[in-house]
Each structure stands twice: as C-alpha cells, then as structure tokens.
C-alpha cells in the first residue's frame, strides 16, 4: 500500500520559517494538499493542487511537490500556527492516504 | 457557507451496527463527490470511504471493506455511513468531507465531527 511520511514533530520560533515534508514513491507524479488541525477541531484544507491556497488562507502558507517530496512551508511563523499538520494524496487503487501528521510547535 | 453536521454517533457494543448522517446545506450537494474520514483519539486522519456525486462509485478502505457501506440521498441533502460489525478499532470521530470540484482530490470542507465509542 501507497504510505506517506511526515516527521512526528517540527519545531520553530516565532516569525520564522518552518517546513513540514511528506514523502513518498513518486509523489511528485501526483496531486498532494495539507490540512491544519487544531486541538478539538475539524481540519482546515490550507493547500491544494500541490501549491494552491483556498479563498482566506494567509499567504504565508505555501506549497510544493517534486521527485518524492511534498513540502508545507509557512514563512513568518505565528503563534495560532501551532497545530497538527497532515499531507494527504490519492494512490492508485482509488484509495485516499494521509500522512501520519507532524505536530508543528512555535516556541 | 458550506455547512456539514454529522450526527448518530455513539457507544455501541463490539458486534453491533451504528448509521451516521452528515447534512449538507449552503451548497449543490448533488455535484459534489463526498468522503467519510476517521480519527481514533490521539491518533491520525484515517480515510474510510468514498462516494461519487450520483452515487454510482463507491471506494472503500481496506480496514471497513465488507462490513462499511457509504450511500447518499440528493434529495435530501444528506451522506449516510452504515457501519456494521463494529470492532473497538472503529472507535473514533467521524468526519464527513466534501471533495473539491477541481478535480484535484482534496477535501475542501468537513463537518464538526460525532464520535463513535465501540465497547462493552
């Protein structure tokens, strides 16, 4: 089965630049989106189509996928930031998958 | 807005069989391709199933294949989860989502969840 990998947890300061990776065999030849998910709530699609934005996501949150990598970066880190954070693509038997979630703390 | 409530969550003996609703309203609910994602607590997002905008495909997770089935109602705007033969893994939120028109296979908006206990 088609897995994607995130690292447990991503640390950053306040107004800095944090990047959350998700890998995988090929990524790059599929579409990948990221979601937040802050505690006690739904999860919030913040990127989609690899790189875009939905209508009220700041644009300090940007996306890329390439070769066996997809990557969330968030330019200028801010407190409400803190959250889970989960990649997510489609493989090839029609299956969804996600990431096993990197908790992003702002310290 | 678009607005998804999920309800008929609960606890329910290992064995026993759960229907989950999701009702869809401030948008087209018939164009929409629609999923159900779970979280076990403390865990990760976990999808379970998928329904195509007229009903006519159906894709399932290998995890609730054969006892899991999605289905849905345009008429009135609502998704249905019919889960049978829980097991105590089944333990979870559930969460409707709705599938971005884009094509792109991401899911745009999801509801506030209902938790499914399975126990004794």
């Known amino acids: 089965s088609y897995e994607l990998t995130q690292p447990p947890s991503v640390s950053v300061s306040p107004g800095q630049t944090a990047s959350i990776t998700c890998s995988a065999d090929?990524?790059?030849?599929?579409?990948a989106c990221w979601y937040q998910q802050r505690p006690g709530q739904s999860p919030v699609l913040v990127i989609y189509q690899d790189t875009e934005r939905p209508s009220g996501i700041p644009e300090r949150f940007s996306g890329s996928n390439s070769g066996n990598t997809a990557t969330l970066t968030i330019s200028g880190t801010q407190a409400m930031d803190e959250a889970d954070y989960y990649c997510?693509?489609?493989?090839?038997?029609?299956?969804?998958?996600f990431g096993g979630g990197t908790k992003l703390t702002v310290l | 807005q678009v607005h998804l409530v999920e309800s008929g969550g609960g606890v329910v003996q290992p064995g026993r069989s759960l229907r989950l609703s999701c009702a869809a309203s401030e948008f087209t609910f018939s164009i929409f391709s629609m999923h159900w994602v779970r979280q076990a607590p403390g865990k990760g997002l976990e999808w379970v199933t998928f329904?195509?905008?007229?009903?006519?495909?159906?894709y399932y997770a290998g995890s609730v294949r054969g006892r899991f089935t999605i289905s849905r109602d345009n008429s009135k705007n609502t998704l249905f989860l019919q889960m049978n033969g829980l097991r105590p893994e089944d333990t979870a939120v559930y969460y409707c989502?709705?599938?971005?028109?884009?094509?792109?296979?991401?899911?745009?908006?999801w509801g506030q969840g209902t938790l499914v206990t399975v126990s004794s």
């Open positions: 329904i195509s905008s007229d009903g006519n495909k159906k």
């Open positions: 989502a709705r599938e971005g028109l884009a094509a792109t296979g991401h899911f745009d908006s």
């Open positions: 090929q990524l790059g030849d599929k579409y």
């Open positions: 997510q693509t489609w493989d090839s038997s029609s299956s969804v998958v």
